[in-house]
C-alpha cells in the first residue's frame, strides 16, 4: 500500500496509519502487524502535551510487528512540556512503543529523510525531518520498557532535532535511529 502526499494533524497522537493502538483488555485483539507499507511526502503532526507522532505509527502499547515498510515525510511532536518526563516524542516510524515484555519487531524497513540537492537543510527546526519536544528518532522516537525489542535490517537517513517547542531550550534527547530506551 501507499500513501502519498497527504498531511495528518491531530491533537493527540499522530500518523499515517495507526493514531494509537493500547494493549487489548479483552477481546480477540492480539496486535499490530503491519507489512508492505510506503508513506511517501506529506507531513504528520500532534499538537498534544503528551502526543507522539510517527510515519505509521503515533503510539502503540501492544505487541507490535512491522516488516518491509517505508517512511519519507516531516514528522513533529510539539506539544508543550508538561513536566521532566511527559511531552512529545517523534519517530520516523514510530513516534513511542511501550512493550511490558510484548514483542516489538521491526523488520526490513526504513525512515528516509528529506533532503535539497543532496544535502540536509537544518538551520532551525522546521527543516529537520523529525522535530520532537521530549524524544526525536530517525527510527523511533522513544521504547518504553524494551526487554522484548528487536530491530533488524532496518535504518533510517533522517535528520532529527529536539527542544521545547515554546522556549527552544533543548529539554529532551535525539538520536538517528532510536532515540529513547527506558527499560
Known sequence: MVLENFDVTAERNAAALVAEMQNPKSGNVTGLRISNVLVVGGSITSNFT?????????????????SDCAANAKIT????????????DAGGLIGEMKSDGREIRISNSYSGGQTEKGKYKSTVKTDYNIYGVDSAGGLIGKIN??????????YSTCSVYVADDKSEKITGSAGGLVEENSV
Open 50 to 66: 503528551r502526543g507522539n507522532a510517527g510515519g505509521l505509527i503515533g503510539y502503540t502499547g501492544t505487541r507490535t510487528v512491522v
Open 77 to 88: 511532536a510539539k506539544g508543550a512540556r508538561l513536566d521532566a518526563d511527559y511531552a512529545g
Open 145 to 154: 520498557g524494551s526487554s522484548n525489542t528487536k530491530i533488524v535490517n532496518s
